[in-house]
C-alpha cells in the first residue's frame, strides 16, 4: 500500500522493453502438457506458484516466446509499438503539478529520463506554460550509481518549517519499498537520516525529528495480507529496533497505517486501522504518544480539518445527535465535541469522486450520471456553502494538486476526444489555462456517445461509446469493451493520464479507432460511478451483478448493430482481469478476444497468494464455508470447461507483482493448454502490479495489446 485513502485502497486491486533471450523452442505437445514432479492431484499447475523456481521460469520464458511470435514480428506491430511510444514520452505531456512549501514539484519520464526526473520549479514558472525546471532527484542517475533499477514512488515531505521528506524508492516496482530521508535544500539524502529498509511499510512524519513507521518488525509482525500491523514511533538519533509501538492491529486485518494532517495552527497525527473488509476502519488520533480511538463511523474517509472540525465523506448512514446522514454525504465532525454538521449531500445521480482541501474550503470532484463536476463547499460566520464551478459538459474533471495552506489549486479537463487541459483554479473562484496537451491522434470524425444497457435484475447501467462516426454508422464495427467493476473505481473517458492504458483516449485514439475499431468503457456496479451504493451493490454474495452489467452492455452493443459476437473483443485487469475470466467462463459466445492483464483467476486460493487477503471485503473469504459457496459459483480457474468453445486468450502479468501473484495468470494459460485450447501468455520480469517499469515498455506491452485485438478482431489488417 502507498497512501492511504479510499483511492488508493481502489488501485491496489491499480529497462528497454525488449523480449528475454532466446531459449530453445518447445513443441506445442510440450507446452500443454509441461508439468512439475510437485504437481498435486487437486491443482497439477500449483508448481507454477513458486515465481522463481527454475521451472516455472523455463515456462515463463517458453510462454514468451510463443506471445513474441505470435504478435510482434511484424511490421505492424513496429508501427504500433511506435505510435505507443511516441504518445507515452510526448514531450508535450502536461506536468502533474504537487504542491510542497512554496514550489511546484513534479515527476517526470520520457525517452532521455527512462526511470524519471524528480523536479521543481516556482509557481510563476509553472503557470507560465513554459516552466522552467530544476532537477531535485535523478532516479536514472541514482540507479546507475546504485546498481538497483529504482522506480520512483512518491515523497511524504513535512513540511515548513523542515525541508525533509521520506522519498520512497520500489526495487523493480514491486509494492516492497525502502524510504531514504531527503532533504529539499541540499537535493540529497541525508547522512545518517532516516531510513526504512525495504517492507511493504506504511511510514508518516510525526515531526520534523519524528516518524511513525510501520513496517517488517519480524516474526508475525504483517497482517495474513501481508501489510503493516504495528506502528512505532521513531525519534531522530534512535536506532529503528527502539522505536516503541504506538497501536498494533490484529493479525487478521488488512493493514495499520499512519498519517500526518497539518493546519496553520496545529498538527494532527492519525492512525487508520482496516479491518479483514478493508471497507471496515477504525481512526485513531495520535495524543502525547497514545492511540485514542475517534467516535466516527467504520465506513467513512478522512477528507482533512478545518479549525478543530475534522471532515469527512461518508460510505455508510449514520446516526449522530439526533441527526441522520446518509451514505455519500460529507460532514464536520468535531474533535472537540460537539454536533456533527452536514455539509454537502450529493443527489440521486451524483457521487462525490474525490476531495481536496484548500485555505479557501473543501474542493469536491463530482460525478454527475458519470460526467464531471465541481463544487467548492467554503465556510463563513453563517456555516458552510456550496458553490459549484463552471465545466464544460461532458467532461472528465480530475482535481490534481492543492494545499490546505494555499488558496489555488490545479484541475484537469478532459474528454475521450478533448486533450487534457490544466487548470489553475485561483482562489477558489475562476479557472485560468496553464497547459494543454496537443491533439495526439485526429480525432474530428470521433463520436463518443453515453448509452444505457438493461442488467439482468432490471437495473440501468451506464456506458460510453467510442468510434468514428462513419463506422459506427455503418455498424457491425469490431469492437473492444474494457470493464472494472470494484473497489468504488470509477471508470471514465480519459484522453490520457500516467500510468497510459490502452482504453485512454489517445492510445485507444490512435492505435485503434483510426483504424476502424470502436471502444466501449462500462460502468459496472462494484466501481463508484454513483456513490458507495453502487460499490456495495456487487460486494460479496452480490459479485454476479458486475459480471450481469458486463455482459448487459455486450448484448446492448450487440442489439443495436453496433457490432458481434465475432467481432467483439474484452478487456480489462487487476480486478477486471476477473471480470473477464468470470466472462470467458459463464459467456464465451459473446466475445471473440479476451485481453487479461495481471488478473485474480484463482478464487479459492485468492487469500492464500499475494495480497489477496486484503480483498475479503469485496469477495469474502474462500475458507469460510458459507462463502466460499457463491465464489466458486464464478472462479474462474475452478469453471473452465475442456469442452466449451473460447477464442484464443491473451495473458500478461508481472514476475514482480507482489500485490496480484502471477500464479493467477500463469495457471489460467496453463489449464487452458491442458484442455488443448490456444493460450498467448506474457510476462515481464519486473514492473510489480503495474506490469512495466517503464515507458519504454509499457509501450511495448500496449502494442502487443493492439496486435493481439487486431489478430483476433481485424485479421484484414494483420495480413
Known amino acids: 500500500m502507498k497512501h492511504v485513502s479510499v483511492f488508493v485502497l481502489a488501485a491496489l486491486l491499480g529497462a528497454c522493453a525488449s523480449p528475454p533471450a532466446t531459449a530453445p523452442e518447445l513443441e506445442a505437445e510440450t507446452l500443454i502438457e509441461a508439468a512439475s514432479p510437485e504437481a498435486t492431484i487437486e491443482d497439477p499447475h500449483k508448481w507454477l506458484e513458486d515465481v522463481y523456481a527454475p521451472e516455472a521460469l523455463a515456462w515463463v520464458e517458453a510462454h514468451n516466446e510463443k506471445a513474441f511470435a505470435a504478435l510482434t514480428e511484424s511490421p505492424l506491430f513496429a508501427e504500433l509499438d511506435a505510435e505507443a511510444l511516441a504518445i507515452l514520452t510526448n514531450k508535450d505531456r502536461i506536468p502533474d503539478p504537487s504542491m510542497i512549501g512554496d514550489d511546484i514539484y513534479n515527476f517526470w519520464q520520457d525517452d532521455v529520463h527512462v526511470r524519471g526526473v524528480w523536479r521543481r520549479t516556482d509557481p510563476a514558472s509553472f503557470n507560465s506554460g513554459n516552466p522552467e525546471w530544476e532537477t531535485v532527484l535523478d532516479v536514472d542517475a541514482l540507479s546507475e550509481a546504485e546498481g538497483q533499477n529504482w522506480v520512483y514512488e512518491g515523497a511524504r515531505c513535512y513540511g515548513k518549517p523542515s525541508d525533509r521528506c521520506m522519498v520512497e524508492l520500489s526495487p523493480g516496482g514491486t509494492d516492497s519499498s525502502v524510504y531514504r530521508e531527503f532533504s529539499l535544500t541540499t537535493k540529497s539524502f541525508v547522512e545518517n537520516g532516516f531510513v526504512v529498509p525495504e517492507a511493504k511499510s506504511n511510514v508518516s512524519w510525526l515531526d520534523a525529528d519524528t516518524l511513525m513507521v510501520g513496517t517488517d518488525w519480524g516474526d508475525g509482525a504483517m497482517t495474513q495480507s501481508g501489510y503493516a500491523r504495528d506502528i512505532r514511533i521513531w525519534h531522530r538519533g534512535e536506532d529503528l529496533a527502539e522505536a516503541k509501538s504506538v497501536f498494533e492491529g490484529a493479525v487478521e486485518d488488512t493493514l495499520v497505517a499512519p498519517f500526518l494532517t497539518r493546519t496553520g495552527d496545529a498538527d494532527f497525527p492519525f492512525i487508520l486501522r482496516l479491518h479483514s473488509d478493508w471497507n471496515v476502519k477504525d481512526l485513531y488520533r495520535v495524543i502525547n504518544g497514545e492511540a485514542v480511538q475517534v467516535d466516527v463511523p467504520q465506513k467513512s474517509d478522512t477528507a482533512g480539518i478545518v479549525g478543530q472540525d475534522l471532515l469527512l465523506s461518508l460510505e455508510q448512514d449514520w446516526e449522530r445527535d439526533g441527526f441522520s446522514f446518509r451514505s455519500g454525504d460529507i460532514i464536520a465532525v468535531p474533535l472537540n465535541g460537539g454536533a456533527a454538521k452536514l455539509l454537502f449531500r450529493p443527489k440521486e445521480n451524483q457521487a462525490v469522486r474525490s476531495t481536496a482541501l484548500t485555505e479557501k474550503g473543501l474542493l469536491l470532484n463530482l460525478l454527475e450520471d458519470v460526467k464531471g463536476r465541481l463544487v467548492m463547499l467554503a465556510p463563513g460566520e453563517a456555516g458552510w456553502t456550496a458553490r459549484s464551478l463552471p465545466v464544460p459538459d461532458n467532461s472528465t474533471v480530475k482535481i490534481v494538486a492543492a494545499s490546505n495552506s494555499k488558496p489555488d489549486a490545479y484541475v484537469t479537463i478532459e474528454s475521450f476526444t478533448q486533450p487534457n487541459t490544466l487548470y489553475l483554479l485561483r482562489g477558489g473562484e475562476t479557472l485560468e489555462k496553464a497547459f494543454s496537451l496537443p491533439e495526439l491522434y485526429d480525432a474530428s470524425d470521433v463520436k463518443v456517445e453515453q448509452r444505457w444497457a438493461t442488467s439482468s435484475d432490471g437495473v440501468q447501467v451506464p456506458y460510453f461509446l467510442v468510434g468514428k462516426a462513419s463506422v459506427l454508422a455503418e455498424g457491425n464495427a469490431p469492437a473492444i469493451l474494457y470493464g472494472y467493476g470494484g473497489f468504488t473505481s470509477s471508470m471514465l473517458p480519459v484522453y490520457y493520464e500516467d500510468p497510459g492504458r490502452p482504453q485512454h483516449g489517445a492510445l485507444a485514439g490512435k492505435m485503434w479507432i483510426s483504424r476502424g475499431g470502436v471502444l466501449a468503457i462500462s460502468n459496472l456496479r462494484g ?54 475470466g468470470v466472462a470467458l467462463t459463464q459467456r464465451p459466445d459473446l466475445f471473440a478476444a479476451f485481453d487479461i492483464g495481471v488478473p485474480l483467476f484463482d478464487m479459492i486460493e485468492f487469500t492464500q497468494l499475494g495480497a489477496g487477503a486484503s480483498w475479503i471485503g469485496e469477495y469474502g473469504d474462500p475458507r469460510v464455508p458459507e462463502d466460499r459457496v457463491f465464489i466458486e459459483k464464478y472462479s474462474p ?16 502479468t508481472s514476475t514482480q507483482d507482489d500485490r496480484v501473484h502471477p500464479g493467477h495468470a500463469r495457471k489460467a494459460a496453463a489449464r487452458l493448454e491442458e484442455y488443448g485450447k490456444d493460450v498467448l501468455y506474457y510476462e515481464n520480469t519486473e514492473g510489480g502490479h503495474g506490469g512495466t517499469a517503464n515507458q519504454d515498455q509499457l509501450a511495448y506491452r500496449t502494442a502487443m495489446e493492439y496486435a493481439y485485438f487486431m489478430r483476433q478482431l481485424m485479421p484484414g489488417v494483420t495480413e
Request: charged share 20%; aromatic share 14%; no cysteine.
Open 637 to 652: 480457474y475452478q469453471n473452465l470447461d475442456p469442452d466449451a468453445g473460447y477464442p484464443t486468450v491473451f495473458f500478461y
Open 527 to 580: 466501481g463508484g460511478e454513483f456513490g458507495p451504493n453502487w460499490h456495495q451493490a456487487a460486494l460479496r454474495e452480490n459479485r454476479q451483478k458486475a459480471f450481469d452489467d458486463y455482459y448487459a452492455i455486450a448484448e446492448d452493443m450487440i442489439a443495436a448493430g453496433v457490432t458481434s459476437a465475432d467481432r467483439l473483443g474484452a478487456l480489462g485487469r487487476s480486478n477486471g482481469g476477473l471480470l473477464l
